[in-house]
């Protein structure tokens, strides 16, 4: 344990289905003005709400919003009782740091999100030198939130390793079913070891339900007994996120899921492509739809036996 963590404080066990939408490289990108990426984010903001308007659960309903271009969402969301969680990293980095250097903790206090969350890529094989690095900048912010009793959302990406894809003949799809959910459970205790406790740990998609529990249980060994998993939908297909959902809802340890992409891309390219013209309206109807449907299939996936 981190110093000053109480493990009775640790961990986050209640429902928790995020609109996630704090890409920022990304999202300029899928805009094409940077500009327009704050009247994109109201929209996805729109989305979500016309969501809960029409049967989202309010408690368990979140967004993940950036303080660049979404700082009015993050504050409306906050002022209208919503889950709020925030990034702390730059966008776009291969290694984990601060996006506002050694001053996030006034970014955190100035908006005060439910959730800090943290995107990191991190592979137990990989660079040591790097895990190292990353580890002691995270075990910094972990550590700087718990003793302000604030929560620490943790997106775990692993990238495959030039010789992990040779294993598997170059395929990335062999790599997330044969070898990434070994290699997720071996960054999650390396960085537990490193003093590094998130609340919530936002998990790449897993098909196998085994594999899940594994995951799950592992957040929550040797006493970390509320620290909780979310799914996350790293831009793919209804059909792949479904199948994800469906292999963690229901165990102990997943509470919900924290989905970007497959929710808003297709409202968002529309806007980007015609900001004036296009059906608004539509739009705002698809993303709420969408948000709504992974609700649905989560909690619509057959308990465990």
Same mark, same amino acid.
């Given at each position: 344990?981190?110093?000053?963590?109480?493990?009775?404080?640790?961990?986050?066990?209640?429902?928790?289905?995020?609109?996630?939408?704090?890409?920022?490289?990304?999202?300029?990108?899928?805009?094409?003005?940077?500009?327009?990426?704050?009247?994109?984010?109201?929209?996805?903001?729109?989305?979500?709400?016309?969501?809960?308007?029409? $049967?989202?659960?309010?408690?368990?309903?979140?967004?993940?919003?950036?303080?660049?271009?979404?700082?009015?969402?993050?504050? *409306?969301?906050?002022?209208?009782?919503?889950?709020?969680?925030?990034?702390?990293?730059?966008?776009?980095?291969?290694?984990?740091?601060?996006?506002?250097?050694?001053?996030?903790?006034?970014?955190?206090?100035?908006?005060?999100?439910?959730?800090?969350?943290?995107?990191?890529?991190?592979?137990?094989?990989?660079?040591?030198?790097?895990?190292?690095?990353?580890?002691?900048?995270?075990?910094?912010?972990?550590?700087?939130?718990?003793?302000?009793?604030?929560?620490?959302?943790?997106?775990?990406?692993?990238?495959? +390793?030039?010789?992990?894809?040779?294993?598997?003949?170059?395929?990335?799809?062999?790599?997330?079913?044969?070898?990434?959910?070994?290699?997720?459970?071996?960054?999650?205790?390396?960085?537990?070891?490193?003093?590094?406790?998130?609340?919530?740990?936002?998990?790449?998609?897993?098909?196998?339900?085994?594999?899940?529990?594994?995951?799950?249980?592992?957040?929550?060994?040797?006493?970390?007994?509320?620290?909780?998993?979310?799914?996350?939908?790293?831009?793919?297909?209804? +059909?792949?996120?479904? *199948?994800?959902?469906?292999?963690?809802?229901?165990? $102990?340890?997943?509470?919900?899921?924290?989905?970007?992409?497959?929710?808003?891309?297709?409202?968002?390219?529309?806007?980007?492509?015609?900001?004036?013209?296009?059906?608004?309206?539509?739009?705002? +109807?698809?993303?709420?739809?969408?948000?709504?449907?992974?609700?649905?299939?989560?909690?619509?996936?057959?308990?465990?036996?």
């Amino acid at each position: 344990m981190g110093n000053n963590i109480g493990l009775n404080e640790l961990g986050y066990d209640e429902k928790l289905y995020i609109l996630a939408f704090d890409h920022r490289g990304s999202f300029e990108k899928m805009v094409g003005d940077v500009e327009r990426v704050p009247g994109a984010k109201k929209l996805i903001w729109e989305g979500f709400q016309r969501a809960v308007g029409e $049967g989202a659960p309010k408690e368990y309903a979140g967004v993940l919003v950036d303080p660049q271009y979404g700082p009015d969402v993050a504050g *409306e969301a906050k002022a209208g009782g919503f889950k709020l969680a925030m990034p702390v990293e730059k966008s776009g980095q291969n290694e984990f740091d601060f996006e506002y250097g050694d001053s996030f903790g006034e970014k955190i206090e100035e908006f005060d999100p439910d959730f800090s969350k943290v995107l990191v890529r991190y592979n137990a094989e990989g660079d040591p030198e790097m895990n190292e690095r990353q580890s002691a900048k995270l075990r910094q912010l972990s550590e700087w939130l718990h003793e302000r009793h604030r929560k620490f959302l943790f997106e775990l990406l692993v990238p495959a +390793e030039p010789a992990q894809l040779e294993k598997v003949g170059g395929s990335e799809d062999r790599y997330d079913v044969e070898l990434r959910p070994q290699l997720m459970m071996e960054a999650i205790l390396q960085l537990q070891n490193a003093g590094v406790e998130p609340d919530i740990w936002k998990i790449e998609g897993i098909s196998d339900r085994e594999a899940c529990n594994e995951i799950a249980t592992l957040c929550r060994r040797e006493g970390r007994d509320k620290v909780s998993c979310v799914v996350l939908g790293r831009g793919a297909s209804d +059909e792949k996120v479904d *199948e994800w959902l469906r292999a963690a809802a229901g165990l $102990g340890g997943y509470i919900g899921f924290a989905i970007g992409r497959s929710i808003f891309a297709e409202a968002v390219k529309a806007f980007a492509a015609d900001p004036d013209g296009f059906d608004r309206a539509a739009a705002v +109807e698809s993303i709420a739809r969408k948000y709504l449907r992974f609700i649905d299939v989560y909690e619509g996936a057959p308990a465990p036996v």
